[in-house]
């Protein structure tokens, strides 16, 4: 009863000029390592920078400075903080800084999520997995082979996480044979630097495995083949940096950072109905 009361009562105060859905759910709005990546108005509704920036309907969402943000890294919780104003410098992507209450900047990296949202966007963790492991590295040989791609399984990274809740972990996998690219001292994929051709035969890509009608199913969420290269193409770092509810349905987007000669770009992916799909992307680059 007092539960209804509450209920009512907030539909009082929320609802002139508001559609219900979207006054319970309040949007969010958000950025990866500094660049305005979107917004949702309501569950599964996407909107990318260039419209969250010049749409006066979305004017509520986009950000202004002090606008409070959480700033989250694939360990959690990284700070909490208010927004710089947005900086648009064409052609670079609309850019904005979370700075904490002394005013220190939180996320030294370049591929920390910053969030605007009434609810939990990370309300469960990754968890990094051994690259070493048997089954996925055949996974991943089967998958190049099936690409007629002869390289040898490279694995960068591998997560084990539940995206929807239901109880059953996904994996998701990057895998990646760049000749030339830049590696940290611990093996970690920084950037594919400034290399300006691809060697035959490199390749960048992130694999979800996940179960779909009682079978595993390896579905591309975003990738790099060089084969033969003849057109001289530079090459693309595809990574996984993150994994977080960005419209507030509940089930976790996996967030990627693709980099190559002068240029990267952040993709946020959903999976549709056994796809995957890049539901919103934004960088910087020709
Ligand atoms: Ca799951
Ligand atoms: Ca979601």
């Not at 990267?264 to 999976?271: K, N, Q, S």
Request: aromatic letters at 10%; one cysteine or more; a negative charge.
């Amino acid at each position: 009863m007092k539960r209804l009361f509450a209920a009512a009562l907030a539909a009082l105060f929320l609802l002139p000029g508001m559609a219900g859905a979207e006054a319970q759910h309040g949007g969010s709005t958000f950025g990866i390592g500094g660049v305005l990546m979107g917004a949702c108005p309501s569950v599964g509704k996407w909107i990318d920078a260039e419209t969250l920036t010049g749409d006066p309907r979305y004017a509520e969402l986009n950000v202004s400075r002090g606008d409070a943000f959480r700033v989250f890294s694939m360990n959690g919780l990284e700070g909490e903080g208010v927004s710089s104003a947005l900086v648009m410098e064409d052609p670079e992507p609309p850019m904005f800084d979370v700075t904490d209450a002394s005013g220190k900047k939180i996320g030294e990296a370049m591929t920390w999520l910053s969030i605007r949202c009434s609810w939990d966007p990370q309300p469960r963790r990754a968890a990094a997995l051994s690259t070493k492991n048997a089954v996925y590295q055949k996974a991943v040989e089967k998958y190049l082979a099936a690409r007629g791609e002869t390289a040898r399984p490279q694995i960068a990274q591998i997560f084990k996480v539940d995206l929807e809740g239901d109880g059953v972990d996904e994996v998701v996998i990057s895998a990646m044979r760049l000749k030339n690219a830049q590696w940290s001292a611990g093996g970690v994929p920084q950037h594919s630097g400034m290399i300006f051709r691809a060697e035959p035969g490199d390749y960048s890509f992130v694999l979800l495995r996940k179960i779909v009608a009682g079978r595993v199913r390896e579905i591309p969420v975003c990738g790099f083949f060089a084969g033969k290269n003849k057109d001289g193409l530079p090459p693309t770092m595809h990574k996984v940096i993150g994994f977080a509810d960005l419209d507030g349905d509940g089930v976790l987007e996996m967030l990627t950072d693709s980099s190559y000669y002068e240029g990267y770009w952040f993709g946020v992916h959903a999976v549709q109905e056994g796809k995957v799909r890049e539901v919103l992307g934004n960088g910087f680059g020709v």
